[in-house]
């Protein structure tokens, strides 16, 4: 629990960094011209993404899971086909499982001789994003920060594990099997906000929910699995 609070407590204090990277609000004719032509609200906007290609990094928890603690890494490629609608391409991550005490002490404690618990190991996924809202925020003087806020939908493969612990009498600590492996369908959604750093590099924080479609004691469901991420994202034409 201490570790997932660290984690959600990092996360959010990078919602607070990105400030000190705000743009310097300058607008030449050029832009000004163009900005009129299109009836565009917010002015000086920092830059178009239409025909952009976007690599991010992220790190990724799911703070919501008190059977097993799920910590992820991976990344994002998106083709942004216009300025407000995007094909991300892949979005996979590698899942670092460990499994809680309360699992353990919950098998062992209540002498459970057949508890099942799922972990995910990898997510692969592709999304539509559509970014319908776009501002910017003044701090002090004139800097100035950009952002995004956009939505994610798509399709995709879960790799999950199915673990079984048996309580054992004598025993402080319940035994620990694999009574299962497999590639579940899966299906995502989800919120983002894209805080542009300068005109090469952003800042995505990303709350999404991956919905697997995962077999436990023998019969399949689906099981949510919320997530908070922030990805470092690279604009590769422009970088």
Excluded: C
Aim: charged residues 15%; glycine residues 8%.
């Amino acid at each position: 629990m201490t570790i997932r609070v660290a984690a959600l407590a990092f996360l959010s204090a990078l919602l607070v960094v990105p400030s000190a990277f705000g743009l310097s609000e300058t607008i030449t004719p050029a832009q000004a011209k163009f900005e009129r032509s299109v009836r565009s609200v917010v002015r000086s906007k920092n830059f178009y993404k239409s025909g952009r290609m976007e690599l991010g990094i992220a790190g990724e928890v799911m703070p919501f899971d008190s059977l097993v603690n799920h910590y992820l890494l991976g990344g994002r490629l998106t083709w942004h086909l216009a300025d407000h609608y995007a094909w991300e391409i892949l979005d996979v991550h590698a899942a670092f499982p460990t499994v809680t005490s309360y699992t353990t002490d919950l098998a062992q404690g209540k002498r459970i001789k057949n508890l099942q618990v799922p972990e995910l190991k990898l997510l692969a996924a592709t999304n539509l994003i559509i970014s319908p809202l776009y501002g910017k925020v003044r701090f002090f003087g004139d800097s100035v920060l950009h952002f995004d806020v956009y939505i994610a939908a798509g399709l995709g493969l879960a790799s999950t594990r199915t673990l079984k612990f048996t309580f054992v009498t004598g025993q402080s600590t319940p035994t620990q099997s694999v009574v299962g492996t497999s590639w579940d369908p899966m299906f995502d959604f989800g919120l983002g906000f894209k805080l542009f750093l300068n005109k090469a590099m952003g800042l995505n924080i990303d709350f999404r929910d991956y919905v697997t479609h995962t077999s436990v004691y023998g019969t399949r469901s689906l099981r949510s699995n919320f997530s908070v991420s922030a990805a470092v994202t690279f604009f590769l034409p422009t970088f």
